[in-house]
């Protein structure tokens, strides 16, 4: 009897991650291993031999935490882009690797659609707009004719690289959002009436698209004029999400759907979680966001979308299971109900 978990292995940048569903699509908690230069941001070949070293230590404790063995394996899925391509490699590598050991099905897919597919799952909802807001990627999705389209996106940097990019240069590690969003609320917090004269940022929207690197350079620039970090940080996730969330609205205007769903390691953030929301309301539409465990990149939007895919008829063959760095969210055809 074919096993009844499938495996899914992310390793599109900074992360590699393995997790599983069950039968029925339900995910356990991935184990994951995020690497984490002493300085500078993430070189892909480093990131990539990160992934090689964690591999089979965390596959193990994936194993060991849900008391199952490599036979209970059914499907090995796998990001199969966009992302680095060193990075992609190795993940491809273990899951062609895997799966032919374990004579399962492969799976190859596309790491934004599962962003997208997990937190559909999670939150419940049925044909959201997307917001999706990672490290490398700026989007705003929604499902129109057998595709996600993207309605809109960054035409430089993703907000995440935004952030850590700003957090680096005033010497915090990666990942610096998280960073950012704790020093912002902490002078939030000293500064109930803070108001955002003085500490003006470009507005980041291009039409229905974003553009962050001018913004980046801005705010470094009031630091250089002598404002407060805490300020900058505060003032800098006010424009930069103010111009996601604007996009965001303007799609649900133009599709007249009623959900916005957040995806991506950004979307861990409050302050975002609760622009969406007032935005929603003021729309009589509905915000959602996963639990942060799955709005980072993860294994366990690997094997969902895998077992989805799956479930629809599509395998990956050996010879067309070659990565690709600039895979399009819209290159994806959606087989399965939205
Ligand atoms: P991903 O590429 O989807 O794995 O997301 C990683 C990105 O999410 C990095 O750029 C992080 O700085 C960013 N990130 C994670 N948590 C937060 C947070 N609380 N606020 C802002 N950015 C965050
Ligand atoms: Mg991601």
Redesign the pocket.
Known sequence: MPGLWTLGIEST???LSFGLVDADGNPAPSSSSTVRPDEGGIHPREAADHHKNAASELLQRLFEANGIAADDIGAVAYSQGPGLGPCLRVGAAIARGLASKLETPLIGVNHCVAHIEIGRQQCGCSDPILLYV????TQVIAHLDGRYRVLGETLDI?I??M??KFARGQGIP?????V??KLASEWLDKNPNASLEGLELPFAVRGMDLAFSGVMTAAQRLLDNGAELGAVCWSLQEHSFAACVEIAERALAHTGKSEVLLG???A???R?REMCTLMAEERDATSHAPPRMF???NGSMIALLGKIELDHGRTTSYAQSAVDQYLRTDQTPVTWPV
Do not use: K
């Not at 990672?134 to 990627?137: P, Q």
């Not at 990666?174 to 998280?178: A, I, L, V």
């Open positions: 940048a900074h992360t990672s490290g490398g990627n993703g995440g690289n952030l850590d990666f990942p610096g959002g998280p950012i969003e991506g390691g950004v861990c953030n409050n975002l709005c980072i990149d």
